[in-house]
């Protein structure tokens, strides 16, 4: 049964009372050290304390047969962090590529590349460098795919092999750590063109063993490491990584900085490594349990055992949206007595970690890391799927079945929250009849009157001013 709109309510949630509560501490002790919060990150905190407060502005959605009304919190458009925004970015990608992008009838498989902890920083925030890598890796890959189709097809040339991709980059691990990886989603086969009739045929190729994943983890890697060279980055330098952004914005590379390497950017735990809770018995656990399809070339991991049957569109929607979902998961922070925040891993570490403890000032330093900046596209399209290719009308979706809404290019909210989360947000709770959507509500007198009228808070919830300094020395490690 589907089920009807209930409003998230996100200012009852630890995120935001971590940051509504400590915002203008954390701003103000930046400011304190001389230290300019760049203004891409500033806004993307300040509008978090936005996002579905309904004195910001909503919607107003009634139903014509019973009278029922209901508001709907307008979001900040996050590009960063924000758990509501990102999930709806994500739901609206995932469907935009099973509808419109992805063949039908075709299998596609997941490769993921992670890359060593010296190179997350620098390809955080060099968008060119970033770019060369990503296409590297996809250049490998395809490599793979063109050969083993030359071998299985007895083709002339790897150049008659077409492959195509969809390129995340994801900018986050479990512990809400910087760790720029990739998750490319690839067609599990090529597409060969009959030189007669022009027409595009999808051949399926078997799938790739565990020395064939090595075999491609090996080639990103000489490659990847042929182009940070060129860059003036040696293999083994950390450090020289750190220069042009700590020139130009020195808060944001301490803190990019402590979240790659999983210590503290500043205060009296400055250099320190951030609290971990483990559990022995866990530790090792996973170290015997290697899946097949995975190989490690010199801190370069490639996992590929993880593909969609070529019939199967809702498993390959639900891993578009695990490749493109936000950093931060609500349901897994918990504020604890003390005032600081546990944020519960998704799966043990190889030590026994289950849960990193955060006091509220180092969790927001994390958040500035996982803003992206101005230009960082995050979703790449390569070969036959990408937006420029010759060939991408031959073999992608004709049709969309798909609702849109008629005044925009993109999905509607409603059909969003419904191919999602299995809530049609315009069916009425009260009487189950169509709910029309009437306006949207800016006007701050408008607001009030409205709210008020319907006994809700007029206001938005209060930001606690600053906290003094300590008066011993804060920004001095212990």
Not at 122 to 129: I, N
Request: charged share 30%.
């Amino acid at each position: 049964m589907v089920r009807t709109y209930k409003r998230r309510e996100p200012e009852k949630t630890v995120l935001y009372r971590v940051v509504q509560n400590n915002l203008a501490t954390f701003l103000a002790r930046a400011e304190d050290r001389g230290r300019v919060v760049p203004w891409f990150v500033r806004k993307e905190l300040e509008a978090y304390l936005d996002c579905g407060i309904l004195t910001r502005g909503f919607v107003r959605v009634w139903c014509p047969g019973c009278q029922f009304e209901h508001a709907v919190a307008l979001s900040c458009k996050g590009r960063g962090w924000c758990p509501s925004c990102g999930g709806k970015r994500m739901t609206a990608t995932a469907a935009h590529l099973v509808d419109n992008v992805f063949p039908r009838h075709v299998p596609v498989r997941q490769w993921v590349l992670s890359l060593p902890i010296r190179l997350r920083y620098r390809l955080a925030y060099d968008k060119e460098l970033c770019a060369k890598a990503i296409n590297l890796f996809v250049r490998e890959v395809f490599r793979w795919y063109r050969w083993c189709a030359k071998v299985e097809l007895d083709l002339d040339s790897v150049s008659e092999a077409k492959c195509g991709s969809v390129t995340f980059v994801q900018r986050f691990d479990s512990a809400v750590r910087l760790n720029v990886h990739l998750h490319m989603l690839a067609l599990d086969g090529v597409y060969v063109r009959d030189e007669e009739d022009g027409s595009f045929t999808f051949y399926s190729l078997p799938e790739p063993t565990t020395e064939d994943v090595a075999r491609v983890a090996g080639w990103a890697r000489d490659k990847i490491l042929e182009l940070v060279g060129e860059h003036g980055l040696g293999a083994d330098d950390y450090d020289a990584q750190l220069d042009l952004l700590a020139e130009q914005e020195p808060f944001l590379a301490e803190c990019s900085a402590a979240a790659v390497t999983g210590t503290v950017a500043s205060g009296r735990r400055a250099g320190r490594g951030v609290v971990r809770i483990r559990d022995e018995l866990l530790a090792g656990c996973n170290d015997d349990n290697i899946p097949d399809r995975c190989a490690n070339v010199d801190g370069f991991s490639v996992h590929a055992n993880t593909s969609v049957r070529a019939s199967d569109r809702k498993q390959l929607e639900k891993l578009a949206r695990y490749a493109a979902r936000p950093p931060i998961t609500t349901e897994r922070l918990e504020e604890l007595s003390d005032g600081r925040v546990r944020y519960e891993l998704r799966r043990p570490w190889s030590d026994g970690t289950t849960a990193i403890i955060y006091e509220p000032l180092e969790l927001l330093e994390r958040l500035v890391a996982l803003v992206p900046p101005p230009g960082f596209h995050r979703t790449r399209y390569h070969g036959v799927l990408a937006r420029a290719s010759p060939y991408r009308d031959k073999v992608v979706p004709k049709t969309s079945s798909a609702k849109r809404d008629k005044k925009s290019k993109n999905y509607s909210w409603a059909e969003l929250m419904k191919r999602a989360f299995d809530i049609d947000v315009l069916v009425c709770p009260r009487c189950s009849g169509k709910m029309k959507v009437l306006a949207t509500i800016m006007e701050r007198d408008a607001i009030r009157a409205i709210l008020g009228a319907r006994g809700l808070p007029v206001e938005p919830p209060p930001q606690p001013p600053a906290e003094p300094l300590p008066d011993e020395p804060y920004w001095e490690a212990a």
